[in-house]
């Protein structure tokens, strides 16, 4: 079982014991995702994460931080989502000291130096010009704009051109200011270390300034687009696309009957998608069925990398399985080889200490309340055929239907008669 304690000034402690490893994970959780920005600061939160691994007061630069973490032989690494972002660093657990003054220093003495942020504008550009170039990566992004529309939800994490090569150490220090407070910072550590150690050790290295949050994220206005499909011209040998609805939100009743519908329909290689459309038909290379979900909406969709001159049979053989299950719903057997994968793809990801300390966080984060893995098990063993074929019945409507699609084709118009079940 996890522990919890919150400090006076509002930042929350989280530690969780592992028998089994001589490691730990050391996670700084924050409410600062692209869900906070406006248009005019769009990417902020990316360029921000990167800001925070060039240099501080203590580990001046990119280098000295770098060699820190390198000299103990320890892993470290950022993210920023939707709603958060979070900085980690995994050691041995004797070396905590070194991970919790390298993630201390850099969250709370971070310089901003305009001179590293001229450097990193070139950087980020250049990973913003990756994700361009690379189809298989920018279509989820070109399917939550799709759904989404022009609000924060959808919009890329990346950001704006404009916002890259312009945003300033200004900028960036009243971002951090309003969001990276002590009420809106999660502090987790998992591995091999006791809740009294942790709290010790997080009020030595984490004496952050009081201060309250000081922005809320935008609320979803589901859903603004209005258009159902987007097609983006590009000379490519393989088309990529995603097709799907809108779905529920994290922690909703109906959550687990939406993941093991994904789970059937193609969340592995035994799932219908694999079978039928990779595997029967050799329409697609990749194929997968997952959901997303954020704290106010949700999406479940199906992603392939497909043959430019049989884009349409595979777009086809989707919609078909889509199409069977709305008309003939799951079986029973299905349901339960299901339910035992994403049991089992649990406790294989929770060996990991990186992983754990991520499920805790984001469940206080976002939640304010943590679920144990006994309590999510549960939740995936109550789901129903009848509670996944009222989930089918609510979403898997033809007017429902959202499909992003890049490849060399001209012309949009071919495609929609086909979003149809």
């Given at each position: 079982?996890?522990?919890?304690?919150?400090?006076?000034?509002?930042?929350?402690?989280?530690?969780?014991?592992?028998?089994?490893?001589?490691?730990?994970?050391?996670?700084?959780?924050?409410?600062?995702?692209?869900?906070?920005?406006?248009?005019?600061?769009?990417?902020?939160?990316?360029?921000?994460?990167?800001?925070?691994?060039?240099?501080?007061?203590?580990?001046?630069?990119?280098?000295?931080?770098?060699?820190?973490?390198?000299?103990?032989?320890?892993?470290?690494?950022?993210?920023?989502?939707?709603?958060?972002?979070?900085?980690?660093?995994?050691?041995?657990?004797?070396?905590?000291d070194i991970a919790m003054d390298v993630l201390s220093d850099m969250m709370i003495h971070a310089k901003f130096d305009p001179t590293e942020?001229?450097?990193?504008?070139?950087?980020?550009?250049?990973?913003?010009?990756?994700?361009?170039?690379?189809?298989?990566?920018?279509?989820?992004?070109?399917?939550?704009?799709?759904?989404?529309?022009?609000?924060?939800?959808?919009?890329?994490?990346?950001?704006?051109?404009?916002?890259?090569?312009?945003?300033?150490?200004?900028?960036?220090?009243?971002?951090?200011?309003?969001?990276?407070?002590?009420?809106?910072?999660?502090?987790?550590?998992?591995?091999?270390?006791?809740?009294?150690?942790?709290?010790?050790?997080?009020?030595?290295?984490?004496?952050?300034?009081?201060?309250?949050?000081?922005?809320?994220?935008?609320?979803?206005?589901?859903?603004?687009?209005?258009?159902?499909?987007?097609?983006?011209?590009?000379?490519?040998?393989?088309?990529?696309?995603?097709?799907?609805?809108?779905?529920?939100?994290?922690?909703?009743?109906?959550?687990?009957?939406?993941?093991?519908?994904?789970?059937?329909?193609?969340?592995?290689?035994?799932?219908?998608?694999?079978?039928?459309?990779?595997?029967?038909?050799?329409?697609?290379?990749?194929?997968?069925?997952?959901?997303?979900?954020?704290?106010?909406?949700?999406?479940?969709?199906?992603?392939?990398?497909?043959?430019?001159?049989?884009?349409?049979?595979?777009?086809?053989?989707?919609?078909?399985?889509?199409?069977?299950?709305?008309?003939?719903?799951?079986?029973?057997?299905?349901?339960?080889?299901?339910?035992?994968?994403?049991?089992?793809?649990?406790?294989?990801?929770?060996?990991?200490?990186?992983?754990?300390?991520?499920?805790?966080?984001?469940?206080?984060?976002?939640?304010?309340?943590?679920?144990?893995?006994?309590?999510?098990?549960?939740?995936?063993?109550?789901?129903?055929?009848?509670?996944?074929?009222?989930?089918?019945?609510?979403?898997?409507?033809?007017?429902?239907?959202?499909?992003?699609?890049?490849?060399?084709?001209?012309?949009?118009?071919?495609?929609?008669?086909?979003?149809?079940?």
């Open positions: 079982m996890y522990e919890k304690t919150t400090l006076e000034n509002g930042l929350r402690v989280i530690s969780k014991k592992l028998e089994n490893t001589k490691a730990v994970t050391v996670l700084v959780l924050v409410g600062a995702g692209s869900r906070y920005e406006t248009k005019a600061i769009n990417g902020i939160s990316h360029f921000l994460e990167h800001m925070f691994f060039k240099g501080a007061k203590k580990y001046t630069n990119t280098k000295e931080v770098s060699r820190a973490i390198d000299s103990v032989g320890g892993d470290f690494n950022a993210f920023t989502g939707k709603e958060y972002a979070g900085y980690y660093v995994k050691v041995a657990a004797e070396q905590i942020i001229e450097k990193e504008r070139g950087v980020i550009l250049e990973e913003y010009n990756m994700y361009q170039d690379t189809p298989m990566y920018q279509i989820g992004w070109d399917f939550e704009q799709l759904i989404f529309g022009d609000q924060p939800l959808g919009w890329d994490q990346i950001g704006t051109r404009e916002l890259i090569t312009t945003v300033t150490q200004k900028d960036f220090q009243e971002y951090k200011n309003k969001l990276y407070t002590p009420d809106n910072t999660i502090i987790c550590i998992a591995g091999n270390i006791d809740h009294k150690d942790a709290i010790s050790k997080t009020e030595q290295f984490f004496k952050l300034e009081d201060g309250k949050k000081g922005l809320e994220f935008t609320p979803c206005n589901q859903y603004q687009s209005n258009d159902r499909l987007k097609v983006t011209h590009k000379k490519t040998e393989q088309a990529h696309l995603v097709i799907g609805f809108p779905s529920v939100p994290y922690k909703d009743p109906e959550e687990w009957s939406a993941k093991i519908l994904a789970t059937i329909l193609g969340g592995n290689m035994s799932s219908r998608m694999f079978l039928n459309v990779r595997e029967a038909q050799g329409l697609c290379y990749y194929v997968r069925t997952e959901t997303d979900e954020f704290s106010d909406a949700g999406t479940i969709s199906t992603r392939a990398g497909v043959d430019t001159k049989r884009v349409k049979d595979a777009i086809a053989a989707i919609l078909k399985e889509y199409k069977d299950v709305l008309d003939n719903g799951v079986s029973e057997e299905e349901i339960q080889t299901a339910k035992q994968y994403l049991k089992g793809k649990i406790t294989l990801r929770l060996e990991d200490s990186e992983e754990y300390a991520h499920l805790l966080a984001r469940q206080e984060l976002l939640e304010n309340n943590i679920e144990s893995v006994e309590e999510i098990n549960k939740k995936i063993d109550a789901v129903s055929q009848a509670s996944i074929q009222k989930f089918i019945k609510q979403f898997f409507k033809s007017e429902n239907l959202y499909m992003a699609l890049i490849g060399p084709y001209a012309d949009s118009n071919e495609f929609k008669d086909l979003l149809k079940l």
